[in-house]
């Protein structure tokens, strides 16, 4: 008796474009016994490639014409923990991901709203009476300052003109 979840996945994994294309040298029912159990424990065909890439990373070659493809693959899969699905956790991420993004949606026009409002406040602050207060204030302060500079100034050219007269003498 075939599996089902054996021949659907097999099924899947012959279809897809970036499987091996040794995963096409055999049918689809002669890949379900094999993969009946990876099936059962929930793998996708993301799994599978993740597993070759898995392989890979760790520094060991993939054959490319394996004599032998369900061997070679029962291989690979029995070097494998079938519980841990290798693409879950990038799975777990994405729904996370999804669902952040999700969210950010539906609260983005009540935070926009709030930030409107905060920015009508802060302009509406620098219209008020206390805000002008402190604006003149300034104004007063830095008009002072510039006219007391400008007095030191005068001053010292003055004192400047004294001092180069008295040393030249009279003419």
């Not at 996708?44 to 890979?56: E, F, G, K, P, S």
């Not at 002008?132 to 003055?158: C, F, M, P, S």
């Amino acid at each position: 008796m075939v599996d089902p979840k054996g021949v659907l996945l097999a099924t899947r994994w012959c279809q897809d474009p970036d499987s091996p294309p040794w995963a096409r040298y055999k049918t689809p029912t002669t890949w379900a016994a094999l993969l009946a159990l990876p099936a059962a424990h929930g793998w996708t065909v993301r799994d599978l490639h993740r597993l070759l890439d898995n392989h890979t990373a760790s520094g060991k070659r993939l054959l490319t014409h394996p004599h032998n493809p369900i061997a070679y693959l029962s291989w690979l899969l029995n070097q494998t923990d079938l519980t841990n699905r290798p693409c879950a956790m990038e799975e777990v991420y994405a729904a996370y991901e999804a669902e952040l993004a999700a969210q950010r949606r539906t609260t983005a026009p009540a935070q926009h709203a709030a930030t409107a409002a905060a920015r009508a406040d802060g302009r509406a602050a620098l219209q008020g009476e206390a805000h002008q207060q402190v604006r003149d204030i300034l104004t007063h302060r830095a008009r002072t300052a510039a006219a007391g500079k400008a007095d030191r100034i005068r001053a010292e050219n003055a004192a400047r003109a004294q001092f180069i007269t008295r040393r030249r003498g009279p003419r």
